[in-house]
């Protein structure tokens, strides 16, 4: 069973900067495409960035150019560097395989808010 911790949100001005991580357990990370994802309160869950196990990366629109995802594979882990935020990036962000395959992790909380 993989399990997904995610760490690194918080409150911050908008205009600031965020850097999430995510460890994962399990042998075989380096050859699963990962996203993040965000929910905002009220909404659905939506992917917002994904980098495959060779580090190809998307992007929704709302995050392009303010948002960068990476990975170590070495560490299991995924980032997630988000700068410029605005209030609408506000909500708790999740990883997971693209495919949200594996159990959700309990998110980390992010707040844009002057």
């Known amino acids: 069973q993989v399990q997904l911790v995610e760490s690194g949100g918080g409150l911050v001005q908008p205009g600031g900067s965020l850097r999430l991580s995510c460890a994962a357990s399990?042998?075989?990370?380096?050859?699963?495409?990962m996203g993040w994802y965000r929910q905002a309160p009220g909404n659905q869950r939506e992917l917002v960035a994904t980098i495959t196990g060779g580090g190809d990366t998307k992007y929704v629109d709302s995050v392009k150019g303010r948002f960068t995802i990476s990975r170590d594979n070495a560490k299991n882990t995924v980032y997630l560097q988000m700068n410029s935020l605005k209030p609408e990036d506000t909500g708790v962000y999740y990883c997971n395989t693209v495919s949200s395959g594996w159990t959700w992790g309990q998110g980390t909380q992010v707040t844009v808010s002057s």
């Open positions: 399990g042998s075989f990370f380096r050859f699963i495409a």
